[in-house]
């Protein structure tokens, strides 16, 4: 590249980012005038517990998640792919989990975790950038009244759900995008998407400061447990705007783009399945019943859905695959992520004997119908499946089938009861379609910055070529 060449793209990715960047710098100011409440509130709060018990469980719960994601998530990717480009696809969610773990401590986790001031409703402040004042002797309240973890694990466990999500993305439009195109987009996209969805639906002042004011979608009582709407809808969302954005891949239906090994996919679909006892488990923040609860779930609505995709394919195809049996796993394990915690073990496996056809037929029937590529059916999986799991939840909790019921903290003893499935679902179907609305335009927004100031796609040379030698030089196998 020519240094004048190179010049003018640096001119214009700085002139972009300084546009993106202002209003940032407008959250500071409202950050810095609620910084004295703030502090009055703090001082004002109950003596907190922290329990070595809650904390051990926190700490393997967020290596967990570190698992889902790499490996995880990477082998059941890579697996997905042909073989020409098993190793971009590690190489992209590799990088994704180091460089978003830098985000979240410089300013993610203050944006995600603060009071926002004026714009509290969408968004945090800079109170907390650079983990400002979290040091040994912070901490974050739980869901019971007085008791706590240690606000530096918090910041741990909550950093790889900001790791996983974007890393999610990259399976909608695997096989055609830059490598720089792909790192620029999460850089942007965690900045105005995922920090500011994360505060929406799970901020607020904790059990001792319930009155205080919370994100938007939290206001509306919708219920997410461990982020449907947060990780799955939200991902889902931007891999279809993403892979529409960038077009088919070259050969698409014309080629054979079959998985090139469905041994490392069966392996990232146990380790997504593994992890993911840490991903919903450990939402409960404490080593209780509830967290007993969202392991059960974990385990059974994941089974039925399994089963449920399987039967489906049998049907179908006259033949059930383990391609069919990891996606089902996965559709469960998505579906089950917002109710985990407040369904009961039998609405769980319900929720889970329907997702697995809901989703193949948005995987088999509608994408084609459409024709959109979507590479690793990360819509037709994680989207579809986090709005079923989402409308879901708020029919499950209901005590009457089974469910936990929804604490209601007015009350002294913390009484759990429930609205009505009207109100509820209503509630639920507002904070889905704030996260498609949210997730939706933003991405396609970021999408389009990212075109202009580098270009998304690889050339068709470099498609066919294989992105492993094309972007890396180096290939994931040798002959």
């Known amino acids: 590249m020519s240094i004048s060449k190179f010049s003018s793209t640096y001119a214009r990715l700085a002139a972009a980012s300084a546009a993106l960047l202002a209003p940032i710098a407008a959250f500071a100011q409202d950050a810095a005038t609620t910084a004295a409440p703030a502090a009055a509130a703090a001082a004002a709060a109950p003596a907190m517990t922290v329990d070595k018990g809650d904390n051990t469980w926190m700490l393997i719960s967020t290596v967990l998640v570190l698992l889902m994601t790499i490996p995880g998530l990477a082998l059941f990717y890579g697996g997905l792919v042909r073989a020409k480009n098993m190793l971009s696809v590690l190489m992209q ?3 994704i989990t180091a460089v978003v773990m830098i985000i979240w401590v410089t300013y993610g986790y203050s944006l995600a975790f603060t009071d926002g001031g004026s714009l509290n409703s ?16 912070t901490v974050s309240e739980t869901f019971t009244k007085g008791v706590a973890i240690p606000e530096l694990t918090f910041v ?3 950093m790889t759900f900001a790791c996983i999500t974007p890393a999610l993305i990259v399976g909608a439009f695997a096989e055609r995008i830059k490598f720089s195109a792909v790192m620029l987009f999460v850089i942007l996209w965690v900045t105005f998407v995922y920090f500011p969805m994360a505060h929406m639906v799970w901020f607020w002042g904790g059990p001792s400061s319930y009155t205080s004011p919370s994100g938007l979608i939290f206001s509306y009582g919708a219920l997410d447990f461990a982020g449907g709407t947060v990780v799955h809808i939200n991902a889902g969302m931007a891999g279809l705007i993403g892979a529409i954005m960038l077009g088919k891949r070259t050969g698409y239906k014309k080629e054979i783009m079959a998985p090139h090994s469905m041994t490392l996919t069966m392996v990232g679909a146990s380790l997504l399945w593994v992890g993911w006892f840490g991903f919903n488990a450990g939402s409960n923040l404490e ?6 609860l969202a392991m059960i779930n974990t385990f059974v609505a994941t089974a039925a859905a399994a089963v449920s995709w399987c039967l489906v394919e049998n049907f179908a195809r006259g033949k059930a695959s383990m391609l069919g049996a990891a996606s089902g796993a996965v559709a469960g394990l998505v579906a089950v992520t917002p109710a985990c915690g407040f369904a009961g073990p039998m609405g769980s496996i319900v929720l889970g004997l329907i997702v697995s056809p809901v989703c193949y037929f948005f995987v088999d029937v509608v994408k084609n119908k459409f024709n959109y590529d979507d590479s690793l059916d990360v819509f037709g999986v994680h989207c579809i499946g986090g709005i079923l799991g989402a409308i879901g939840t708020g029919i499950l909790v209901n005590p009457a089938l089974g469910g936990a019921g929804i604490v209601d903290y007015s009350t002294a003893d913390f009484a759990a009861g429930y609205p009505g499935t009207a109100t509820q679902v209503l509630a639920q179907l507002k904070g889905v379609l704030t996260t498609i609305v949210w997730s939706g335009v933003g991405s396609a927004i970021l999408y389009k910055i ?7 796609r690889v050339s068709v040379e470099a498609e066919r070529e294989g992105l492993d030698l094309a972007t890396h030089g180096e290939a994931a196998y040798h002959s």
């Open 287 to 292: 080593a209780n019943a509830y967290a007993s």
């Open 156 to 158: 741990c466990f909550q």
């Open 450 to 456: 990212v075109d202009v100031v580098i270009g998304l």
């Open 93 to 95: 969610v590799f990088m």
């Open 122 to 137: 969408f968004v945090g402040g800079f109170s907390k950038a650079f983990l400002a004042g979290v040091d040994t002797t």
